[in-house]
């Protein structure tokens, strides 16, 4: 694999590699992502799946313009144009559908639970890896990619299977559920995939940019179909900043942030230490929410963080790639 290909251009005041910079990124990032299902359970409260995303994504693409700005100055062609939007089309589509399932998925499950299972992505991303990119299909043949692939599969099962029902009667998680986060986490998977040629074309702030434009601009006749576009007219004003804050967090600084994290100390070793946002999220979600895991779902946890990170240690293109989009 080669990582020449998809490691984003860094900032000119960027061009030395800042290890102690990287390593505060890097945390600041373990941070912020332990945080954005909890934001999302907090503000299906007022916020319906099809409005919270249409917003958050908008004021994302708001938050990114200064940014986009600073970086057009090196660049001859405007932005945007119709380039750099249709070669960003693609990846949009499933990340719609993986931010409206990921939101309905908790409306069955804690955000704790959604955050350790969403770990899965990194080998459905693998395993979808082959078909688009060539340079990849010798990762399904290595040993550790086939035993993490196992442990994390029968991880993310004990987690969702084990976890109750939502109407007190049944011991598991509906179906719907289920279907509904293996949704989620595929589409997030293809996303990551999709987007790796327009990131290397682009680089990491022009392509993020044009993710959120379209992403928005797609977001919102769906919105506006099955949604609440007045949703902030009605909500509180704690409500609305909270939604704000995330978009702006979650979103966009700790994209930036992250790449920040990768030129300071690599890909590999940014990335390992995204493994740790489940357990902050497990942790604030039981602080915020009384989220509880059984024993056996904190078992299968521990075995499906263990998968994934056997699965990321054979270091196929859209897994990095994956990783780098992680939250967009």
């Known amino acids: 694999m080669s990582q020449a290909n998809i490691t984003p251009t860094p900032p000119a005041h960027l061009t030395r590699p800042n290890p102690s910079r990287g390593y505060s990124a890097v945390f600041a990032t373990v941070v912020i992502w332990s945080l954005p299902s909890l934001f999302q359970y907090y503000l299906l409260q007022a916020y319906d799946p099809w409005a919270q995303n249409f917003y958050r994504y908008s004021v994302a693409c708001l938050a990114i313009l200064p940014f986009v700005a600073l970086r057009s100055r090196r660049h001859s ?17 499933p990340n719609v559908i993986h ?46 990619f086939q035993f993490g692939t196992l442990l994390g599969l029968l991880g993310a099962f004990g987690v969702l299977w084990f976890q109750p029902g939502t109407d007190g009667h049944g011991r598991h998680l509906a179906w719907p559920g289920l279907a509904i986060a293996f949704t989620a986490t595929f589409c997030w998977a293809l996303y990551g995939i999709l987007v790796k040629r327009p990131s290397a074309e682009l680089g990491s702030i022009r392509s993020f940019a044009n993710v959120s434009l379209i992403t928005s601009l797609l977001l919102l006749p769906l919105t506006c179909a099955f949604g609440r576009i007045a949703t902030p007219l009605h909500a509180t004003m704690q409500i609305n900043l909270v939604l704000v804050v995330s978009a702006v967090t979650c979103i966009t600084m700790a994209h930036i942030l992250y790449y920040i994290a990768i030129h300071g100390i690599g890909v590999s070793l940014a990335q390992t230490m995204q493994l740790l946002c489940p357990l902050g999220a497990i942790v604030l979600s039981a602080w915020f929410f009384h989220e509880r895991l059984t024993k056996i779902q904190l078992w299968s946890a521990a075995v499906l963080l263990a998968g994934a990170f056997l699965a990321m240690r054979t270091k196929p293109t859209a897994i990095v790639t994956a990783e780098v989009t992680e939250n967009l």
Do not use: K
């Not at 899965?120 to 688009?132: E, G, K, N, Y």
């Open 77 to 93: 062609r405007p932005w945007p144009n119709l380039h750099t939007l249709w070669i960003c089309l693609p990846p949009c589509i």
């Open 99 to 144: 931010q409206m399932t990921q939101v309905l998925a908790l409306r069955y499950m804690g955000p704790g639970v959604f955050a350790i299972f969403t770990r899965t992505s990194v080998i459905f991303t693998a395993l979808l890896a082959p078909s688009f990119f060539p340079e990849d299909r010798h990762v399904i043949r290595q040993w550790q």
